[in-house]
């Protein structure tokens, strides 16, 4: 289903003082379908995905294979992707906001023939590619600044990257990582990354995993180190697992409103970070089990908790919406790239708890969020929320609203990004 015909574009108001209770499949993974769409791009080979999420991040990438010349056939359950021959012309890609497809298009370019030019909206001109472009320059890749340094717009020159040794400092965004591990699987030379720093390395792992589905092989190489043997990648048929980001919220939705919600479609043993919400969930006073490949998730008297999230940063704004329902104190910590996201997210998310009545102070890396409303009522009166352009935020706020009345959120189709049915499952399992 297009994010047209399931996503509110009105302000819209939470449905509060209910509990969760229900049945929901979740979506398929943003993180795993950005992955298939690059490597089939890297392949040069024909290749089906099977259950790919279809929001508008990953749109925009399957808009990106057309210019490049692949024919793309949408079916409602999967994607046909066909290579054809690659441009004579520059092309130039718009990116949207969509930072993942724009990092991994920064290093996949610099292997295919092509000449290409790389920009997207203006958060996006915000968000850091330094790094990344340095450590591909020092594997013979040709890219060029088009306006400020370390930022796009870029001009690549396709079928530039030789190989050899990098350095990558991936402390703002395991997304450098991954993107030059991808692409060194097509470089004409053995590539080794040192990584000096990382963060969110479970993405790491997913990366590893996706390559290996094409016969593309990645080593580890102890604690800060990758080494990958290009081979030829093989395309064939891929299968989208369930999202772990998106089945976050439902969860949540349960833990905080003391209600019960049964999710479809998840892998236990998934590699996927954001599974680890469920330990979280937890150790707040939640029950979570697993019956018959289904997981179930019932709430209890929410404790607040220390959490370092530096492998979690997605999932920030939705522990900020429980810590003040929370009995004690909640601190989250070790999230500084939490602020180059699609908005500043520890910005963000304190600010609208403030307009909510909530207390959230911010670090430099940290919000500290106290339970003011685990033993007492919150304000009732209407407030309209912004989500700041990211559709994290705009989930997280609706986490509130089942529990503060009053919450109103404004553009709510923000959420079509990653979960473009994300309002139609809230109201029916509330």
């Not at 064939?236 to 949540?252: F, K, T």
Request: hydrophobic share 40%.
């Amino acid at each position: 289903m297009t994010a047209s015909l399931s996503t509110p574009t009105e302000p819209f108001a939470v449905p509060s003082g209910r509990r969760v209770r229900g049945r929901l499949r979740v979506p398929p993974s943003k993180s795993l379908t950005h992955r298939y769409f690059n490597l089939a791009l890297l392949s040069g080979a024909p290749l089906v995905v099977e259950r790919p999420l279809f929001a508008d991040d990953t749109r925009l990438f399957l808009a990106a294979l057309g210019r490049c010349g692949w024919r793309v056939e949408e079916g409602e359950e999967e994607v046909r992707l066909e290579p054809g021959p690659p441009p004579a012309e520059e092309v130039e890609i718009s990116c949207g906001n969509a930072g993942t497809m724009l990092r991994f298009l920064v290093a996949t370019l610099t292997v295919v023939p092509g000449r290409w030019r790389l920009d997207g909206v203006p958060r996006l001109r915000e968000r850091p590619v330094g790094p990344l472009v340095e450590a591909l320059r020092q594997l013979g890749a040709r890219i060029e600044y088009l306006g400020a340094e370390g930022r796009v717009p870029l001009r690549i020159a396709g079928a530039s990257l030789r190989g050899g040794a990098a350095t990558l400092d991936a402390g703002e965004s395991s997304q450098f990582l991954s993107a030059v591990l991808m692409a060194a699987l097509r470089a004409p030379e053995k590539v080794m990354v040192e990584v000096p720093s990382l963060t969110s390395r479970p993405y790491v792992d997913v990366t590893i995993a996706a390559a290996a589905a094409f016969d593309g092989h990645v080593e580890r190489v102890g604690p800060r180190a990758y080494r990958v043997q290009p081979s030829p990648l093989h395309g064939g048929r891929v299968r989208v697992e369930g999202d772990w980001s998106a089945a976050c919220y439902p969860a949540a939705a349960a833990a905080l409103t003391g209600g019960e919600v049964t999710l479809e479609g998840l892998t236990p043993d998934s590699r996927q970070g954001d599974r680890e919400l469920l330990e979280l969930l937890v150790e707040m006073g939640a029950e979570t089990s697993w019956r018959a490949g289904r997981l179930q998730v019932r709430g209890g008297e929410l404790r607040g908790v220390r959490a370092d999230l530096a492998n979690m940063p997605d999932q920030v704004p939705t522990l900020a919406a429980l810590a003040p329902f929370a009995r004690g104190e909640t601190l989250i910590h070790n999230v500084a790239h939490l602020r180059i996201k699609e908005s500043d997210r520890l910005d963000a998310m304190a600010t609208e708890l403030r307009k909510l009545g909530a207390d959230a102070r911010e670090g430099r890396d940290s919000l500290w969020l106290p339970g003011l409303w685990s033993a007492a009522e919150p304000p009732d009166d209407t407030v309209h929320v912004d989500p700041h352009g990211d559709h994290r935020i705009a989930m997280s706020l609706a986490l509130v609203g089942l529990r503060r009345p009053g919450v109103v959120v404004d553009h709510p189709e923000v959420v079509a990004k990653s979960y473009p049915g994300f309002w139609r499952d809230l109201q029916k399992i509330v």
